[in-house]
């Protein structure tokens, strides 16, 4: 394998009480990349987000991020190795207004007044809410503080699961541009159901279906391989 | 205007049960004001059991709050709560009874702790050592069983001044009546028996260490198996050789100046004693509630029920300790002396005179208030309230916990060690309620039953107010307070009710039944509780 891959998932297995979830995934994220995870419903991208950091832990298999393994450390040592998680349906904490839910991201002091001018620039709507609590937000503001509150810590590998979920057009375009940007300095593994969504943004891809990894390659392949696309990412 | 109006409609329920609460409250006040005394003296019995219903209020609060906090936090169920709030009357009680055997007993729990705090260089070196698989998994239980046969030879050995119920010199209510007269006298100080005392303190510091051990070793063949190996990466952990040094120091001090140090306690003013006592069971509480989480609690957080088990089973153990510790008979503890002025110039008649000559009474519209149970009790119930409200909302710890509440998991994420948040949680929960008991002791009394009828007011308290809410806490103990207070004093002067020639009086029996009868009544309307939040 290449050692320019910041994160190296081999052929993990997960269980979820007595559920075999994940039944071999492996995943290759070269540094600097956007990567995709494709699949239907319930193929377990949002489980494999979850076994990289640990909160599902896998029970065989390894992890390799950054030339650590992570298997075995727990939730909270993994994330501060420098891993940002935006979850499946955003989990902005509502008790907290916009600032408190992006203070509690410091991993040290002043992580948030350093990161400050660059969240405002990429989500200038964060700004003007700053003090609202986090269930007053709309859909879309609160995916946007999901990921500024990623982006507060020095992260080198961000994991995105379904940015685009039930939001309007306008704003999928602007989540888009905002990804786009952030890859430019950091490493991004992205579930996406959107088809259209992912190859815009993703180099890479990899499809699981039912708990493993079945294909992966390059995104512009993807795009010219109908049959695929068909196979494993269609209404079945 | 418009928001107030929006906010009805959407908590219509919440809005028409306040107001229902509030009339019914009117009527009661109504009800208690007396149509043939003169002016302000009308209202005497509004006054006192309003004060009197804030005073229950308080203390049902201060447990209830941590109880809610641990809940919502980690979907604990801490039955023991009750036994906890008990153990701090009794461990308030004895360091301002019997100040010199808290000094006799500071010594060996401290030597004992002291091996404790090796646990991370334990753990650190545990990892070097990476023991084979048969090694690691005798080791902690050789500790364990050599930990239990040291601490057995020196512990009953080591001379703790102890009191006897039967015998009248040294019973607990002897001393307490001595101490409310400040009139405490120091027993004679005992030495080691048979040994010396070099060989029974080091057995001591030996005991705590091999318990250390014990844990680090199940610790480890936890993490064996599967639950996160930890990392192995870290540096040598000094701080704890530094911390355990200064203990030994200071357990070996303490033993040195034992009847010095006794004989200062038991001579100071029994403010002072009170202040100390309210430190002392604080403390415990803090310890206790961290151990227990460390060591029974923790091993099991994701089996919620037998957690709930659990923290019963450990409710009965601490009722049986403190029959065993303090035997069975009432106790009472005496007020701090700036509350407890009988002389001249009380009852007060006015704030000025209530400071000056400390009056255990001040006379209000014609009524007798108790300044310790009537005043100072809400006082620090209502500086509880705000301290607690600031820590949540204002610091670090709050913040997460505020988060954690809500989505451990995704808190754990952002790279915070929910687990140690965990343990600081419990321990401060448990710290208010051993606060809640130490402060109510000269108001309520010391029985072993104490913990049995408050764990049930809490739970009706915060059914009330909304299992997780801390507003809920806070409003759901004041009802329950005034509820209970207001049908005493009904008690007493009896409901005139239309077509009944006796006025009919409620035995107090019915307290506890009425209050659970509120509670179903307005968990019918709102089953998540006033301020709970539906899921
Ligand atoms: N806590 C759980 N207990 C039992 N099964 C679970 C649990 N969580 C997830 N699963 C199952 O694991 C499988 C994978 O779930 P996962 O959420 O990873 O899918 P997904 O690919 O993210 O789907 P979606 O596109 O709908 O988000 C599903 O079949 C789901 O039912
Ligand atoms: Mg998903």
Known sequence: MDNKALLHVNNIHTFIGQFHILEGVSIHVPKGKIVAILGRNGAGKTTTLKSILGLTPPSQGSILFDGQELQGQRSFEIAALGIGYVPEHRAIFRDLNVSENLKIAERKKGDLARKEAFIFDLFPDLKRLIQLQGDHLSGGQQQMLAIARALVPDNKLLLIDEPTEGLAPVLIEQMMAAIRQLSAETTILLVEQNFIVASQLAEDYVIIEEGQSVKAGKMADLVKDPATIRRYLEAA | ?535
């Open chain 2, 1 to 535: 205007m418009t928001t107030l109006l929006q906010s009805f409609r959407k908590n219509r329920a919440l809005w028409v049960t306040l107001l229902v609460l509030c009339i019914t409250f009117l009527m009661a006040v109504r009800g208690l004001v007396d149509p043939i005394a003169e002016g302000g003296e009308r209202y005497k019995n509004v006054v006192i059991t309003i004060l009197r219903g804030l005073s229950t209020g308080s203390i049902i609060f201060l447990v209830a709050s941590g109880f809610s906090i641990i809940f919502g936090l980690m979907n604990v169920l801490n039955m023991a709560h009750g036994a906890l709030f008990m153990i701090g009357a009794y461990v308030g009680w004895t360091m301002a009874v019997r100040p010199d055997t808290v000094v006799d007993a500071f010594t060996p729990l401290v030597l004992l702790s002291a091996g404790f705090t090796l646990l991370p260089f334990l753990d650190w070196s545990l990892q070097k050592l990476n023991l084979p698989k048969v090694a690691g998994g005798l080791l902690p239980w050789v500790g364990l069983i050599l930990a239990i046969v040291v601490l057995g030879f020196a512990f009953p050995k080591y001379p703790i001044t102890s009191w006897d119920v039967g015998s009248y010199e040294i019973s607990p209510t002897n001393y307490a009546f001595a101490a409310s007269q400040g009139q405490l006298v120091a027993p004679e100080p005992e030495g080691f028996a048979g040994i010396s005392p070099l060989v029974g303190l080091g057995s001591i510091i030996l005991g705590g260490i091999l318990a250390a051990i014990s844990m680090a070793g199940f610790a480890a063949n936890r993490r064996r198996s599967g639950a996160g190996t930890g990392s192995t990466k870290e540096s040598l952990p000094w701080k704890s050789f530094l911390i355990f040094i200064g203990l030994v120091f200071l357990g070996w001090i303490v033993y040195f100046f034992n009847t010095p140090i006794s004989t200062f306690l038991l001579n100071i003013d029994t403010t002072w004693l009170f202040i100390l006592a309210v430190l002392v069971a604080v403390a415990t509480g803090v310890l206790l509630g961290a151990l227990i989480e460390a060591t029974l609690v923790r091993p099991l957080y994701e089996t919620h029920l037998y957690v709930l088990m659990l923290t019963l089973g450990v409710s009965s153990i601490i009722i049986e300790v403190v029959r065993a510790i303090w035997g069975a008979p009432e106790f009472t503890m005496p007020r701090p002396s700036i509350f407890d002025g009988t002389g001249e110039g009380c009852p007060a008649e006015s704030l000025g005179a209530l400071i000056e000559h400390k009056c255990s009474t001040i006379q209000v519209l014609g009524g007798r208030v108790r300044t310790y149970n009537e005043i100072f009790i809400p006082i620090l119930g209502i500086v509880v309230l705000i301290t607690v409200w600031i820590l949540l909302q204002r610091t670090r710890l709050g913040m997460i916990v505020r988060a954690g509440v809500q989505d451990s998991d995704m808190v754990k994420a952002l790279g915070i060690n929910v687990q140690r948040i965990f343990t600081i949680v419990f321990a401060l929960g448990v710290g208010l309620a051993t606060l809640g008991g130490v402060i109510g002791a000269p108001s309520t009394g010391l029985t072993t039953t104490l913990g049995d009828s408050l764990l049930i007011n809490l739970l009706v308290a915060l059914a009330i107010g909304g299992l997780t809410s801390y507003p809920g806490a806070a409003a759901g103990a004041l009802i329950v307070g005034l509820l209970q207070q207001f049908i005493i004093k009904y008690g007493q002067i009896g409901i005139h009710i239309p077509f009944m020639d006796e006025p009919f009086k409620p035995t107090p029996p019915l307290v506890p039944a009425m209050t659970v009868l509120l509670m179903v009544v307005i968990l019918l309307v709102m089953p998540n509780g006033l301020f709970g939040r539906k899921e």
